[in-house]
């Protein structure tokens, strides 16, 4: 690779705030040493040397798990977003990059680490979810783990960077906001809580104020056997029922603590 190109990615690294990693700026001139060696000559004429410099940055960081400024990555290519993502796609497939991105990586370069166990978790439930079609529904594909970050960022009170996160989703708007609707959906039917991680925690929670209600109801001689053998019958409430509205119950608590929290 040319001198003059290698200075050129340094400085870009530099403005990028990316300097104190160490790691970045060799494998952003690995990849830009492929892309020269890989393209053809009119290939990629659409892309000037800041654009490509730029965006082999971005790959590398991407590679690595490294923090992204995106923005500032728009104003130092010269392009607009459209182009910038399509120029970007044009060199993972030249580059033969096909990593998938995973919720850890996702959080790191949006700036939103505090969300990643829970969106993890979402993404867990959501498989749960949406797998009972019985569909064949290929979760690696990028836009399941950005969604789950989104959807995590917003649970969590925290500002979702959603201009940030669509690129990552490999969607288009229109499908990101069919995408959303149906998370929605997921969403209201309380499945998120009740995953195979949500369950953990949530599940204790209720069971706890089952057994703390339980307790109540004993200490106010509704339990007790003594009580139950004076009852007239149609007073006496089956187990079940009794179980059922005690859940119930448990349940309403736990939403009331989780709002005033």
């Given at each position: 690779?040319?001198?003059g190109d290698n200075k050129l990615l340094l400085q870009l690294v530099?403005?990028?705030?990316?300097?104190?990693?160490?790691?970045?700026a060799p494998k952003a001139t690995e990849l830009q040493r492929l892309l020269e060696i890989r393209s053809s000559s009119g290939m990629m004429?659409?892309?000037?040397?800041?654009?490509?410099?730029?965006?082999?940055?971005?790959?590398?960081?991407s590679l690595l798990g490294l923090p992204f400024d995106t923005d500032t990555a728009l104003k130092l290519s010269g392009l607009r977003k459209t182009a910038y993502a399509n120029g970007r796609r044009t060199l993972e497939k030249v580059l033969d990059i096909n990593k998938t991105l995973g919720i850890g990586e996702i959080?790191?370069?949006?700036?939103?680490?505090?969300?990643q166990q829970e969106a993890a978790t979402l993404l867990e439930a959501y498989k749960q979810y949406a797998?009972?079609?019985?569909?064949?529904?290929?979760?690696?594909?990028?836009?399941?783990?950005?969604?789950?970050?989104?959807?995590?960022?917003?649970?969590q009170k925290v500002k979702p960077p959603k201009?940030?996160?669509?690129?990552?989703?490999?969607l288009k708007p229109a499908q990101w906001s069919m995408l959303e609707k149906n998370w929605e959906k997921f969403l209201a039917t309380g499945a998120a809580d009740m995953g195979p991680k949500g369950a953990n925690t949530r599940g204790v929670v209720v069971k706890e104020l089952a057994a703390r209600g339980?307790?109540?109801e004993q200490a106010n001689g509704g339990g007790s056997s003594a009580a139950r053998?004076?009852?007239?019958?149609?007073?006496?409430?089956?187990?079940?029922s009794w179980k059922k509205r005690m859940l119930e119950k448990a349940y309403r608590e736990l939403e009331l603590q989780r709002g005033s929290g």
């Open positions: 690779m040319a001198t530099q403005k990028l705030g990316l300097a104190n990693y160490e790691s970045l004429s659409t892309l000037g040397d800041y654009a490509k410099a730029t965006i082999c940055i971005d790959l590398a960081s959080c790191v370069q949006v700036g939103v680490t505090q969300v797998g009972q079609g019985g569909a064949g529904i290929d979760f690696s594909h990028p836009q399941y783990a950005t969604m789950a970050v989104f959807q995590a960022c917003k649970r201009t940030k996160l669509l690129p990552f989703s490999h339980e307790e109540e053998k004076h009852a007239s019958p149609e007073k006496i409430e089956p187990y079940q």
